[in-house]
């Protein structure tokens, strides 16, 4: 077997192409946009270059054909809670069903993050947010991915674990039909804070999209940021990510609560993209754009994505995810625009937010394992700390 970094556009293909081989057998694969493949290697695209390093390789066998490919890449400002080693990260990760081959692999990742000081790997995991390609899919290979998440064949979990991976935290998907029962509290709470002046759900207006970018951060920075490693997010940042969701955002359901005015919950989805991306084979060019516009008006998508969530820490565990919830419920059965939404994942160490998602009457869709390894097998594996 022949071990080869990705140097040039070719190899970069390649990179790009062991993930389609690996699951073509899939019916419910859909291709991610290569170009957004692409950019989380780019040192001009990817800001994340800023505080780390990243590295990929792709892997032949002896008859030249290619068989795997992963990355690996180092930042500073990944930090989970309780974090005692200094932590690199891998993913990317595809491979055939060989122990042999996928150990080649993992050693590179292994080998390149040792000699960058490194001491323990996390994966399979993105060099960017959490909300894309984060963690490895154990459950839920019967149903089309939703945008931007991790999709790989079954047999990856032993791979991972054969080699010594062991599970850091699972990650849970949940699904929600948009006229199903709601958990009876939902109903309940929204009477309860609709009647009192001082708070407000709403959802967002296009032409007010710098407001409730700062909205978002205000939330996000009490609600998050503590369980990012203190990664805040500054108006600037929130204000170009709110720019870059508007050409497929749907105001109706974006969602904010308030009191007296100033935001204190948050509830952002979008329509699933991978309903329009999945006829575009990983392309999204200027041909693809304009498909996608007719595929907005022609073939709306009739799931939504869950994005973020969050409630400011000191409003939590009074009923106002609730009241949001209801509020954005009511207005997407009466237009009619959506069958249903999956949520983002919630990771068992965050035992409040899976509480939500069950209380909502939401069922499980699917289960990631984001994976931890030692170098230094001598040194007891911890699993990643509840937050409470």
């Known amino acids: 077997m022949q071990l080869q970094k990705v140097k040039d556009r070719h190899l970069a293909n390649e990179f790009i192409r062991a993930n389609v081989l690996m699951n073509a057998p899939n019916p419910h694969y859909i291709r991610p946009i290569d170009n957004e493949v692409n950019d989380v290697f780019d040192v001009q695209k990817n800001k994340q270059f800023k505080y780390g390093e990243a590295t990929r390789w792709v892997l032949y066998n002896a008859q030249n054909q290619l068989i795997g490919r992963i990355a690996a890449y180092t930042s500073s400002k990944y930090v989970n809670k309780g974090d005692k080693l200094r932590m690199g990260m891998c993913g990317f990760f595809d491979c055939i069903n060989d122990q042999q081959a996928a150990n080649l692999l993992f050693d590179a990742a292994k080998n390149w993050l040792e000699g960058k000081g490194m001491q323990a790997m996390d994966g399979p995991v993105n060099f960017g947010e959490r909300d894309k390609w984060w963690g490895l899919m154990v459950e839920g290979f019967d149903v089309e991915p939703m945008y931007g998440i991790s999709f790989n064949p079954p047999y990856y979990k032993q791979l991972f674990e054969t080699y010594g991976f062991q599970n850091f935290y699972n990650q849970y998907y949940y699904t929600l039909a948009a006229y199903g029962t709601l958990g009876e509290k939902y109903p309940e709470r929204h009477a309860r804070f609709a009647a009192k002046p001082d708070y407000a759900a709403r959802h967002i207006q296009k032409d007010k999209l710098e407001k409730y970018a700062h909205d978002f951060a205000i939330i996000y920075n009490a609600a998050w940021a503590q369980h990012e490693g203190g990664k805040e997010i500054t108006n600037e940042q929130a204000i170009k990510l709110f720019n870059k969701m508007k050409p497929i955002m749907d105001e109706s359901i974006i969602w904010f609560a308030y009191y007296k005015e100033q935001p204190i919950g948050m509830w952002l989805n979008i329509p699933d993209l991978n309903q329009y991306f999945k006829y575009f084979d990983g392309k999204f060019g200027w041909w693809q754009k304009l498909r996608l516009l007719y595929l907005q008006k022609t073939k709306p998508a009739r799931k939504m994505n869950g994005v973020a969530f969050g409630i400011v820490p000191k ?33 068992d160490w965050n035992p409040r937010m899976l509480a939500i998602y069950k209380a909502t009457g939401g069922q499980q869709s699917r289960r990631m394992i984001t994976y931890r390894y030692n170098f230094d097998q001598t040194i007891p594996f911890e699993r990643h700390p509840l937050v409470m």
């Open 315 to 347: 409003f939590q565990a009074l009923g106002i995810d609730a009241f949001m919830i209801y509020s954005g419920a009511l207005l997407v059965r009466k237009q009619g625009r959506y069958d249903g939404i999956e949520m983002g994942w919630g990771g």
